[in-house]
């Protein structure tokens, strides 16, 4: 099993940047793609963005320009950088990752906890 842990969430001021990171941990597994997800209150889960380990990325509309994804192959962790933070980027950001175990070959999908980001205007 692969667990993800989040951190890097906060408080900040419209304008105002953050950055999150998502690390996967356990043993006989590979990545095949990550993402950051998001869940307003009263609102449905969305796609934020995805990398694939080619280094394929994916944002949603609302975030093109504004948040980039990024991941470190080697270290199994995967970046938001989120600048020009808007109110309406508040939400709990989730990191899901898609992996395979090498043992099984079988695909899994994981998530991780979850963390609060908070905008204020």
């Known amino acids: 099993q692969v667990q993800l842990v989040e951190s890097g969430g906060g408080l900040v001021q419209a304008g105002g940047s953050l950055k999150l990171s998502c690390a996967a941990s356990?043993?006989?597994?590979?990545?095949?793609?990550m993402g950051w997800y998001r869940q307003a209150p009263g609102k449905q889960r969305e796609l934020v963005a995805t990398i694939t380990n080619g280094g394929n990325t994916n944002y949603a509309d609302s975030v093109k320009g504004r948040f980039t994804i990024s991941r470190d192959i080697a270290k199994n962790t995967v970046y938001l950088q989120m600048n020009s933070l808007k109110p309406e980027d508040t939400a709990v950001y989730y990191c899901?990752?898609?992996?395979?175990?090498?043992?099984?070959?079988?695909?899994?999908?994981?998530w991780g906890q979850g963390t609060q980001v908070t905008v204020s205007s």
């Open positions: 899901n990752g898609h992996w395979m175990n090498t043992i099984s070959a079988r695909d899994f999908s994981s």
């Open positions: 356990g043993t006989n597994f590979r990545i095949n793609f």
